[in-house]
């Protein structure tokens, strides 16, 4: 896919990997609409993309929030046009330390399942239309080993991952014109790695940045069918 000219939304686009996509897809030459909760790390990402002759908004939104996800679309497309390319990066642990799930309150499950799977859902629905009636688009959602492996205290994370994964292979099957992939980036020196293992060396993680430009480089390509789920480790072999 070729990103020039598209414009593309990114969650979780304040820092991290979120951000290092986002800042990708316009020095690609996308128009990319920038979400998170934090404004000024938002304004801090779209400043850097602006100062290098790409086009950037902010938004800050709470994907948690049902009543914020339609506006949120709405002013996306005004601002870009008809959104081409849909990034699900934004995510939450819950509470850290992370308790186990016998002591996971059912609220925090609840929050967790609401950033990191109903606020994927609900925006893909209502950004999915114009890519469905074009026949293109891409979306993509950010996994997690502990999607598919069970880690003590990572339950409800894992849970939310799992169920994103299928969330996007279920889309895949239902809207076959659209490409849906699900990346599992491994582990990156991030502040949400830091917070749920504050005990790891920062130097053994991956930059962000780099697996940003991995991910961008190779899943947008024919080599993954739609509804794959794509580890880093693949990406770095096809390297």
Known sequence: MDFKGTSALVTGAGRGLGAALAEGL???GAKVVLVARDAS???AVASR???RGGEAWALPADLGAKDAIHPLAAMA???AGPIDVLVHCASTLGPVPMPLLLDTACEDLERVLSVNLLGPFRLTRALLGPMHLAGRGLVLSVSSDA???????WG?????KSALDQLSRAFAVEVPGVRFLSVDPGEMNTRMHSEAMPEADPASLADPSEVAELVLQYVTGTAFA?????EAGQLRGAS
């Open 41 to 43: 790390e938002l304004d």
């Open 77 to 79: 497309s005004a601002l």
């Open 26 to 28: 316009a020095a690609r």
């Open 49 to 51: 993309i602006r100062g």
């Open 226 to 230: 739609s509804g794959s789920r794509v």
């Open 156 to 160: 409800a994370y894992g849970v939310s």
């Open 147 to 153: 999607a598919v492996t069970a880690y003590p205290r």
